[in-house]
């Protein structure tokens, strides 16, 4: 079996946050989520997106989800 490139999906979390000028804490507090679980999310370190983690963060970072996840197509 041949193994296909289908490119991956890059978490902009970290970014956002920067951006935005939002402590883990901060955004912590906001999502009613734990610093750990935000801090795997910045690190681009789950294997599994989970939907509901993600409405929290556009909510409390009041943003659309292209602002948190990008697409990046496979090398050629």
Request: charged fraction near 30%; include cysteine; charge should be neutral.
């Amino acid at each position: 079996m041949v193994d296909v490139d289908y490119g991956h999906i890059r978490i902009k979390l970290a970014d956002l946050m920067k951006e935005q000028k939002v402590s883990i804490s901060k955004l912590a507090f906001r999502s009613e989520m734990q610093r750990t679980q935000l801090k795997s999310y910045m690190r681009q370190d789950i294997a599994r997106v989970d939907l509901a983690v993600l409405s929290r963060l556009c909510y409390a970072l009041q943003c659309d989800i292209t602002e948190i996840l990008e697409y990046i197509p496979p090398s050629e």
